[in-house]
């Protein structure tokens, strides 16, 4: 991507008029999987795009802040984005589990707070209750230390399983005190009030960013952008960015700008970082 893709909405292209106008009051969020990485059958073998981490070394110290927003803890988003120790990124931060816990470059630390015991409870009971369900071969748990996350993806009929589950993971997540949040070809039981939109909120404010953008993939990064155009009522203009997939069409509806996936999400760094450097004053 040579140059700047222009936003389908007045909205989107207010916001990168912001972004490229005061780059250093901007916070630039990320989700990790399907955005910055691509999706695959196996959770544990996701890795950040190659040109992933050089885009954000170039691009994180043009603005404000970069932070990449997961349901993963923050470390192994760390570890599987190959974020540690790189140059350029000392103000990266990392808001796992949804902003629960935090990573930040410039320490290596994690800060967090205690755990909701309904997540405990939630780990001792799903095994037999996906036997109970008859889930089948295929269907499998990830464990996320503050959520649990039951995928399909590898099902004989993955969409099958999703629905079949929805209801009894409903029925157990209430029981405890939690939520059940679906993505793509997965259920998330995880506490109540830990979403990307409560922790992009959280951080804008923290920081008193000027411009919010943020890019995600999937249902679990509406709320980032309904975030944003929370922020935008209030005057804080923001940009609204979907790595495109044809498993979340609403995602890509409610965009100002969809590009083809992590390949397309790392391009658009790449020349965002770009265009700030050569217009920086010298």
Not at 50 to 71: F, K, Q, R, Y
Not at 88 to 102: F, K, M
Not at 250 to 258: G, Q
């Amino acid at each position: 991507m040579d140059a700047l893709p222009i936003p389908s909405t007045h909205a989107g292209q207010h916001g990168l008029a912001a972004l490229l106008a005061q780059p250093r009051t901007a916070l630039i969020g990320l989700d990790f999987d399907g955005t910055l990485a691509p999706i695959v059958a196996d959770p544990e073998q996701a890795r950040a795009h190659p040109g992933a981490v050089p885009a954000l070394a170039a691009l994180a110290p043009e603005v404000a802040s970069v932070a990449v927003i997961t349901g993963r803890p923050p470390e192994v988003a760390v570890r599987y984005g190959g974020f540690a120790g790189v140059p350029g990124l000392e103000h990266l931060t990392v808001l796992g589990h949804y902003g629960a816990e935090r990573w930040d470059a410039a320490t290596g630390e994690v800060t967090a707070p205690p755990p909701h015991p309904g997540v405990a409870a939630v780990r001792a009971e799903l095994p037999a209750l996906l036997e109970r369900a008859g889930a089948g071969e295929g269907t499998w748990i990830e464990e996320k230390g503050r959520a649990l996350a039951v995928h399909t993806r590898r099902a004989a009929d993955p969409q099958a399983a999703f629905e079949s589950l929805r209801a009894p993971l409903a029925d157990l997540a209430t029981r405890h005190g939690l939520i059940v949040e679906p993505g793509r070809m997965v259920l998330e039981l995880r506490p109540p009030g830990m979403d990307k939109g409560v922790a992009l909120l959280d951080h804008a404010r923290a920081i008193g960013a000027g411009c919010v953008v943020y890019a995600g993939d999937d249902l679990g990064d509406l709320p980032a952008f309904a975030a944003i155009e929370k922020l935008r009522t209030g005057g804080t203009p923001g940009l609204l960015i979907c790595s495109g997939s044809t498993e979340v069409a609403e995602l890509a509806e409610r965009a100002d700008l969809v590009v083809d996936g992590p390949e397309g999400v790392v391009d658009l760094l790449g020349a965002l970082a770009a265009q700030l450097a050569s217009s920086a004053p010298s």
